[in-house]
């Protein structure tokens, strides 16, 4: 019971982030949070991680019923007791993550994503615009639309091209509950003879 409480946990408050991410910021609005490191902003999603698939955003809506369905049985197939609760718990993670950006594809037609990280380049890894036509990034110049690589933002932030991967909590509960599943299914420990 505990663990469909945490899946119906993460699923409701992802419910309530997205609904309130899509009522009050504008598509393209930012809003800066803990001193600017972290950037609340509003990203429609069409595709699966980093937007792949976003050309094909119906294939990717019944990859992910399909993967999602077939994640239940596994996790209704994982017995929770002693030596399984690091995978069971991860299952967990991961399933609260997976139903909750499905039914984003499923229901909106893309999954609401809404927090990024602002994180600056170190000195030595910059590569300054001289004028002469040199820059990193894209052929055209563009990390993905949002900033040239080699311009200096406002107040002398370089921007790095981790900025501009936008978040949500069940993506971070994915990536979570993927880690505990490989610690859950290789600690031997973790595994009953």
């Known amino acids: 019971m505990k663990y469909l409480s945490v899946i119906l946990a993460i699923f409701g408050l992802e419910w309530k982030l997205k609904n309130y991410i ?18 609340i902003r509003k990203h429609h999603n069409r595709g699966a991680f980093l ?11 019944a990859l992910s ?17 002693a030596g399984k609760g ?6 967990t993670l991961l399933l609260g993550g ?15 994503d809404y927090v990024s990280f602002r994180v ?34 406002p107040g002398g932030h370089i921007p790095s091209r981790f900025e501009d991967v936008v978040f949500n909590l069940s993506d971070f ?6 880690l505990l599943c490989v610690l859950g299914y290789t600690d031997p420990d973790a595994i009953e003879s």
Request: charged share 20%; hydrophobic share 35%.
């Open 86 to 91: 690091r995978l069971k718990w991860g299952l």
């Open 173 to 178: 509960c994915i990536m979570a509950g993927a």
């Open 98 to 112: 997976a139903l909750s950006n499905t039914y984003d594809r499923l229901r909106r037609k893309y999954v609401v």
């Open 22 to 39: 899509e009522e009050t910021i504008p598509e393209g609005g930012i809003r800066k949070s803990r001193g600017g490191f972290l950037l």
């Open 51 to 61: 937007n792949a698939g976003q050309d094909r955003s119906g294939a990717v809506a």
């Open 120 to 153: 600056s380049v170190p000195a030595c890894m910059r590569r300054e615009r001289t004028g002469h036509g040199e820059q990193g990034g894209t052929p055209d110049g563009g990390a993905s639309g949002r900033h040239s690589p080699g311009l200096r933002a």
């Open 65 to 81: 019923a399909i993967l999602t369905g077939a994640l239940t049985a596994v996790f209704l197939l994982t017995p929770g007791r």
